[in-house]
């Protein structure tokens, strides 16, 4: 009976989390740059119940399978492009990348789904790789964000909406000499003199990740990259198929419906194991205190 009890308490728990990940995905549908969440669910191994007697000559009588639980085992980020939309801010900047990778395998370009995956036939998996402003914050740490809602101090210093630091393609803080209105920027994140149309020598540090599966959220919009899963950081070449928006801003990538159905059908499961939990609390109150009085 309590092996019961512990599987319906394993599967609450599993299911709260799971309404919370669709929970914190509704709640950012309009944050700029937000990776959608998905919870993925792991049953723990299924157990062979056998009946054992006393005697040695008789034989072991199997009763079945019983599954012992599920839990949460991870939350994976939906590392793919947003939709752009129109700010008309000088000062703001979206990232739309649409990268290839080849199979080192056969060589052969990889046909990416629409989460940003290719499953090899042996369920090795590959990511495509993606875009993001490089910046450093307060502690001196390189983080990776697609929040290109950016800001300029008095001194020219360019920052991003939580204060960090953007930093250029040599890895150095981007500081502007002109005014706001004549900061422009082309599409390979070069910055232009307005009136010439030239390249001051200054470009926005757009870092590729080859395995963006490997970033860590860090709960401000950034990233960062421990470089444990052999994940590499690159500067964009010119040949990358990355597009750089002034004026635009990236939103979520959301899927307001999908996040719904799995906040709803989490709150359901969670509901049909607390009354699994119930109707075993009331079988053990009956064992103690009507059964154990006989």
Do not use: C, W
Not at 25 to 52: A, C, D, H, W
Request: glycine share 12%; aromatic share 6%.
């Amino acid at each position: 009976m309590l092996r019961g009890l512990y599987t319906a308490a394993a599967g609450m728990i599993t299911q709260q989390r799971r309404h919370d990940t669709a929970t914190q995905n509704i709640v950012n549908m309009n944050t700029t740059g937000y990776k959608q969440v998905n919870s993925v669910s792991r049953s723990f191994p299924e157990m062979l119940i056998g009946l054992v007697g006393g005697d040695a000559n008789v034989p072991t009588k199997r009763l079945g399978r019983l599954n012992t639980g599920v839990f949460a085992e991870e939350s994976l980020s939906m590392n793919v492009q947003g939709t752009l939309m129109e700010s008309g801010q000088k000062n703001d900047f979206a990232i739309s990348s649409d990268l290839t990778l080849n199979d080192p395998q056969t060589g052969q370009p990889v046909a990416f789904n629409e989460s940003g995956k290719f499953v090899r036939e042996d369920g090795t998996v590959l990511y495509q790789p993606q875009a993001y402003f490089t910046v450093r914050d307060q502690n001196g740490n390189t983080r990776y964000t697609r929040d290109g809602h950016f800001q300029i101090t008095g001194d020219g210093s360019l920052l991003s909406s939580t204060g960090a630091e953007v930093l250029d393609n040599n890895g150095q803080p981007v500081v502007l000499t002109g005014s706001v209105e004549q900061f422009k920027v082309d599409g390979q994140g070069r910055l232009v003199d307005v009136n010439t149309g030239d390249p001051t020598g200054v470009t926005l540090g757009i870092s590729v990740i080859d395995q963006p599966n490997q970033l860590v959220r860090e709960g401000d919009g950034n990233f960062s990259l421990n470089g444990q899963g052999g994940a590499t950081v690159r500067m964009m070449a010119a040949g990358d198929n990355v597009q750089i928006r002034q004026g635009y801003l990236e939103g979520s990538n959301v899927d307001a419906s999908r996040a719904t159905v799995d906040m709803n059908a989490a709150y359901r499961a969670y509901e049909a194991n607390q009354k699994m939990v119930q109707f075993y609390d009331r079988s053990l109150d009956k064992a103690v205190n009507e059964v154990g009085r006989v």
